[in-house]
């Protein structure tokens, strides 16, 4: 056989194995993204477990605040309907009130010694604000995947398998401003009494 072309196929074979190569790491990527998201939905799904057992103790003791109970519930259902219906954009948005929803209601539940002590309550407040932490860390790390995928999938020469092969980027999730804001604690305070 001639050397010329052995060494066009070793090339070739070379090239071929390479593609391959790079293939699977952006599957593995893409794969790793999915998976963060899913591990966001499992958490949002476990809280939303949990609020309404914590309105209906906060009901027990809490006869003037129903319009901040009523806020916390509607931003829930709106979860519920975004992740339903696949709809990442609503879901942060929701997912955003509700998180503000449940910063009011727990800052409300000051005014109330007798839901404070409650440890249906604490439970409760314990098991959600431990939900939200896990949820930070979720959305961090999806973050992460997202953005490495992306970054990947626009590099060259890894470019050329993601357009061959449709990747697509992966929306990062984002903080809206009333979450970074400051919080005015005075006002929280005010408003239970």
């Not at 090239?15 to 790793?32: P, R």
């Not at 809280?47 to 901040?68: D, F, G, S, W």
Request: some cysteine; hydrophobic content about 45%.
């Amino acid at each position: 056989m001639n050397t010329g072309l052995i060494i066009f196929f070793a090339l070739l074979g070379g090239l071929l194995l390479w593609g391959i190569l790079l293939y699977n790491q952006l599957v593995l990527l893409k794969n790793n993204t999915a998976k963060a998201w899913s591990n966001i939905e499992v958490l949002l799904k476990q809280r939303n477990t949990e609020l309404p057992k914590l309105i209906a103790v906060c009901k027990e003791h809490m006869e003037y605040e129903q319009t901040t109970l009523q806020k916390v519930m509607e931003a829930r259902n709106r979860v519920v309907s975004a992740m339903q219906f696949g709809n990442m954009g609503a879901l942060e948005a929701a997912d955003n009130a509700l998180r503000i929803g449940l910063g009011n209601l727990f800052a409300v539940a000051e005014a109330y010694p007798e839901l404070k002590a409650s440890e249906s309550f604490q439970h409760l407040r314990e098991r959600i604000t431990g939900l939200e932490d896990s949820i930070a860390d979720r959305r961090e790390f999806y973050n992460d995947s997202a953005a490495l995928n992306n970054t990947r999938i626009e590099q060259f020469p890894d470019l050329i398998i993601a357009k061959s092969f449709s990747f697509k980027p992966f929306r990062l999730l984002s903080f809206k401003s009333e979450e970074i804001a400051d919080v005015d604690v005075a006002a929280h305070f005010t408003a239970g009494t």
